[in-house]
């Protein structure tokens, strides 16, 4: 059984920075492909990255483009989220999510992926 687990989230000026991280316990992280989804009040879930097993990247959001980066640590069993120039449209609960069945590309969808966070809330306000 694969667990997830955020951190990382919180409460932060526009214009500011966080780094959330995605680790897991039962399963080593870097064989599989992580992804990255927030979702805001009375919105949809929506993709923000995604991260292959070697590390090819694919960003759902063209929002976040030039502002989020999302990279591993392997030898921390993590991935990680770096948000900045935050703006309170980014605020929204943020979870990570491992897909099974895509080692080596990213799915179209959040329905491919197996197992998920709790997800961290992250709020950008003034």
């Known amino acids: 059984q694969l667990q997830v687990v955020e951190s990382g989230g919180g409460l932060v000026r526009p214009g500011g920075s966080l780094r959330l991280g995605c680790g897991a316990s039962g399963r080593t992280l870097e064989f599989y492909t992580i992804g990255w989804f927030r979702q805001a009040p009375g919105k949809e879930r929506e993709g923000v990255l995604c991260i292959t097993q070697d590390g090819t990247i694919r960003t759902y959001s063209d929002s976040v483009k030039g502002r989020f980066t999302i990279s591993r640590d392997n030898a921390e069993n993590k991935v990680y989220l770096q948000m900045n120039s935050l703006r309170p449209e980014d605020t929204a609960i943020y979870s990570c999510?491992?897909?099974?069945?895509?080692?080596?590309?990213?799915?179209?969808?959040?329905?491919?992926?197996?197992?998920w966070g709790q997800g961290t809330q992250v709020t950008v306000s003034s």
């Open positions: 999510a491992v897909t099974l069945g895509f080692s080596h590309q990213c799915p179209t969808t959040s329905a491919w992926f197996d197992y």
